[in-house]
């Protein structure tokens, strides 16, 4: 072979020698550099050819063999110059076991002269041509037939022969499964099929592969969302060999399927519907009826034979009310929608109320070509929507408070005397649960025998302790009844609420004036007669004085029962405004100054926060003066202290809530006398010893909180007195109470 001609600068192509020694690189420079770019550098860089040594492959091995590999298909020469001594150590290209492309294209010996080397680097480079040409053509090939593939609209998803793989996607597909491209083709294809096509899917596979030809039909894919959407799929092999990569082409008919199925269904709906349908004809003369399903003679007793080719006035009677036939006539004559209810006859003669629907139906250039009408018997409905009406009014107008929930709990009414009772509006209440109202004055067991109780169909009945919007407590007598549907299902519950707060603080203060008068007074009555007694029959001895002492300390005592009695009757004279607020620490400071002069021997200390204000008026003076009173008078030691702290009030309810609280460290109010405002109420066995602690809880609880106690680890009592906060602009106190 003759040498071929120099190459213009342009076309000159690179050659990278990897060889041993500065004399073989230098060697090789002058034979090949007036035809190539010579590359002479260590690090193995992009050039049309590589010339090695042999004793630079072991180096170069790995490095060759993943360029050749990345390049592939493309040729990547490598030449060999191998030494006489190495002659055999390096297998000729043929003899090459290697994955892939050989990594020795050709094989020479050194020595080798010029022409040989031009010879065999030409050779090696024109395949590289020819190998960079059709790369090109492939390419070209290629790339049009990726745009047609990712233009297409249908999703195509090509899968391994084994049908576990995708290997490839179109835009159309992703878009249709919800996966982006490296999503869609790291899952497998059964991932992507509704779980009930995935078998179908695996039986199109093989049998297409075993009948080498194409599948046409439905499947159902899985979004990545989760949403099933219908496929019109096609499958087919892309070869004709045994183990063929199948393609799929899917398109999305999920709106056509759902389209088909709706208009069968309103088919069906109509033809089977509860209710009369009728379709008239407006372009002939006077609209006649050109169809009535069955449920239109089940209304109307009317058979499809008595109805064709009549206006729809035949159902009208000597009771229809005109302006409800003008309503309708205007609204056909002006192709509008309407609904009228009016009284019809039937076949029969028999009157029924009607709920009559008409609309337009129009044609693509909007023409309107039929009147659809609907027919409904609502003779039941109308009957109860009068019953309905005459119950509302009832319970709009009844004293008590009421409301009614479904049969979860949930507020879906409450009538006027709820929301004056609560201070929840209906908006507010309506969506919310009875819990809006919750105390927390009773334990679960409480509430889980009312709906035990209810649940089961019965009556529930009680008294219990509520909160009203602002926080205020009171008492209602409950009555919680199950409503039942058709079936005889509980669907609802109402609940009657009567308010009465005023009736037990009433009881209450009845029941202990009565004890005191039938009690205490008595009691005192007898010693003083005893006494008295005791007066005639030694009123010349010498005991004289200690009989006049007891009785004078009977009398004492009989005539605090009698202030504190005057000073209960003061105290409901006057109901409490509305909005009030008491400065806290304001009231406190005054108590503290007043009990400082008259118990000098006392110490009184106040803790706590300026700012706290409660929603009460200036008889709450009255009950912290009997609660100090009690904690100095009572305190056996001898120079008391009392503790007084306004704060707010703890967990939960701080926002709402502030307390005061009274602490001394005298021996502490005894078990017996807390027990009855513990449970709001005096038994023979339990009772106070007189009325301050009343007082306390009376004033209280006209302010809507509460009074508890706890002991104190110096062995005392700490009385809690609890108040629904206000703020500082609420209206101004009460004058405080008489004590006469």
Excluded at 361 to 372: L, Q
Excluded at 431 to 447: C, D, M, V, W
Excluded at 584 to 605: I, K, N, R
């Amino acid at each position: 072979m003759t040498d071929q001609p120099t190459p213009e600068d342009g076309d000159r192509q690179t050659v990278q020698l990897l060889v041993h020694g500065d004399s073989d690189r230098t060697a090789l420079t002058e034979l090949l550099g007036d035809r190539y770019d010579i590359v002479t550098g260590d690090e193995l860089v992009a050039a049309d050819c590589y010339v090695i040594g042999d004793r630079m492959v072991p180096s170069y091995r790995g490095a060759l063999r993943a360029h050749k590999r990345d390049a592939d298909p493309t040729f990547c020469p490598v030449l060999l110059i191998r030494q006489e001594q190495s002659r055999g150590t390096i297998p000729p290209p043929s003899e090459q076991n290697d994955d892939g492309p050989p990594l020795i294209d050709e094989v020479v010996a050194a020595p080798v002269t010029r022409t040989t080397l031009h010879r065999r680097l030409g050779n090696l480079l024109a395949r590289r041509e020819q190998s960079l040409e059709l790369s090109r053509r492939y390419e070209d090939v290629q790339t049009r037939f990726q745009r047609v593939f990712n233009a297409t609209n249908d999703a195509l998803i090509v899968i391994t022969p084994t049908g576990k793989e995708i290997t490839e996607c179109n835009p159309a597909a992703c878009d249709l499964v919800g996966y982006t491209r490296e999503e869609l083709l790291s899952v497998s294809p059964s991932a992507i099929i509704a779980p009930e096509y995935r078998e179908r899917l695996r039986s199109i596979l093989q049998d297409i592969q075993q009948a080498e030809g194409g599948w046409t039909g439905e499947l159902a894919c899985l979004r990545n969302d989760g949403e099933t959407r219908q496929l019109e799929v096609s499958a087919a092999t892309l070869d004709d060999t045994d183990q063929s990569p199948v393609i799929l082409s899917a398109r999305d008919v999920t709106a056509q399927k759902a389209y088909e199925r709706e208009l069968e269904l309103k088919s069906r709906a109509m033809d089977e519907a509860p209710v009369g349908i009728t379709i008239s004809d407006p372009t002939r003369e006077d609209n006649p009826i050109i169809y009535v399903n069955d449920g239109f003679e089940e209304v109307t007793g009317y058979t499809e034979a008595d109805a064709l080719g009549r206006n729809c006035r035949f159902l009208q009677g000597e009771d229809t009310r005109a302006e409800s036939v003008k309503k309708l006539r205007e609204a056909i004559a002006a192709a509008e929608p309407v609904s009228v209810e009016l009284r019809n006859y039937r076949k029969d003669g028999s009157q029924f109320w009607n709920r009559v629907s008409i609309a337009p139906v129009r044609d693509d250039s909007g023409d309107v070509r039929h009147f659809i009408g609907f027919q409904q018997d609502v003779t039941e409905r109308k009957e109860r929507d009068q019953n309905l009406q005459l119950f509302k009014k009832a319970v709009e107008n009844m004293a008590h408070s009421a409301f009614i929930t479904d049969r979860g709990g949930i507020i879906e009414y409450v009538n006027p005397a709820f929301e004056a009772r609560t201070g929840y509006s209906s908006a507010e209440a309506v969506g919310q649960t009875p819990r809006i109202l919750k105390s927390g004055k009773h334990n679960e067991a409480f509430y889980r025998e009312l709906w035990e109780t209810i649940l089961d169909g019965e009556r529930w009945d009680a008294r219990l302790i509520n909160q009203r919007k602002n926080g205020e407590l009171y008492h209602v007598d409950q009555t919680i009844s199950p409503i039942t549907n058709a079936a005889g299902e509980i669907s609802h519950f109402v609940a009657i609420e009567a308010d009465v707060t005023n009736r037990r603080l009433r009881e209450q203060r009845l029941g202990v004036l009565n004890r005191v008068l039938r009690h205490n007074v008595r009691n005192g009555m007898t010693v003083i007669e005893g006494h008295a007694a005791l007066l005639r029959d030694e009123l010349a001895g010498t005991e004289l004085e200690s009989h006049v002492s007891a009785i004078e300390a009977r009398t004492e005592e009989l005539a605090r029962l009698s202030d504190e009695a005057g000073t209960v009757r003061s105290l409901f004279d006057d109901e409490s405004p509305a909005e009030t607020a008491c400065d806290v620490q304001e009231l406190l400071s005054t108590l503290v100054e007043e009990f400082s002069e008259s118990h000098p021997s006392a110490t009184l200390s106040i803790s706590g926060p300026d700012g706290l204000y409660a929603r009460a008026d200036n008889r709450l003076q009255v009950a912290l003066r009997e609660l100090l009173t009690n904690a100095i008078a009572h305190n056996d030691q001898p120079e008391p202290e009392v503790r007084l702290t306004a704060r707010p009030a703890r967990e939960e309810r701080a926002g709402e809530w502030i307390e005061i609280v009274i602490a001394d460290d005298g021996p502490g109010i005894p078990r017996h006398e807390q027990a009855p405002f513990e449970t709001g109420e005096e038994t023979p066995l339990q009772h106070g010893t007189g009325l301050g602690l009343w007082i306390v809880y009376w004033t209280v609880a006209l302010f809507g909180g509460e009074v508890t106690f706890e002991d104190t680890p110096s062995g005392g009592t700490s009385v809690v007195v609890s108040l629904p906060r206000a703020t500082g602009d609420a209206t101004p106190e009460s004058p405080e109470p008489d004590a006469d």
